[in-house]
């Protein structure tokens, strides 16, 4: 059962959203074969692409997913609880 973890909803995660944009940009072909020549590549992505403007999506300021949220960690502390 999928939990409400941040982590396993990765377009809500800015940190994966970073890597997935670094990956999609410039480390997907795997054509880099020394260190400093991928750290060079994705510092130039960086200025060039980045930073990424983030913001949630609308539904998770919808009132019915936070009572949704709440419920779950209310029943998971009772369930520690006993």
Wanted: hydrophobic fraction near 30%; charged fraction near 25%.
């Amino acid at each position: 059962m999928p939990t409400n973890s941040i982590s396993n909803c990765p377009r809500a995660n800015p940190i994966e959203r970073a890597f997935g944009y670094a990956h999609d940009g410039r480390t997907c072909d795997h054509r880099r074969k020394r260190l400093p020549d991928l750290v060079t590549d994705m510092e130039q992505h960086l200025q060039i692409d980045g930073p990424w403007p983030y913001e949630l999506s609308k539904i998770y300021y919808e009132p019915a997913v936070t009572a949704a949220v709440e419920n779950i960690a209310t029943e998971k502390q009772a369930k520690l609880a006993t």
